[in-house]
């Protein structure tokens, strides 16, 4: 396996694989999604290609404005097979 982290690519067709779920956490509210067969993260019937954007989707839904923020460090992920773990341990594929 290659040992790369995810900060060296960031992106999420190469990070993740169909069925991954992703999560956000802010103010105790949650937002999940999962990994599509096109490698997009989709949740609300909406598709992200950044995790950065699902990360400021979520926040400004809760907090009713504009917040940035940055998805890789905020994020977590799990597979079927997995418990929750910081995106930015995930190891590239």
């Not at 190469?14 to 999962?34: M, W």
């Not at 993260?41 to 926040?59: N, P, Q």
Request: glycine residues 6%; positive net charge; aromatic residues 12%.
């Amino acid at each position: 396996m290659n040992r790369e982290l995810v900060k060296g690519f960031r992106a999420l067709k190469k990070a993740f694989v169909e069925g991954d779920i992703i999560r956000h956490i802010y103010r105790k509210n949650v937002k999940a999604g999962t990994i599509d067969k096109k490698g997009y993260l989709v949740s609300d019937e909406l598709s992200f290609t950044s995790l950065s954007t699902f990360a400021e989707y979520h926040k400004n839904s809760v907090a009713g404005r504009p917040i940035s923020t940055n998805g890789w460090k905020e994020c977590e992920w799990k597979n079927k097979d997995t418990y929750w773990r910081p995106v930015y341990s995930k190891r590239s594929l």
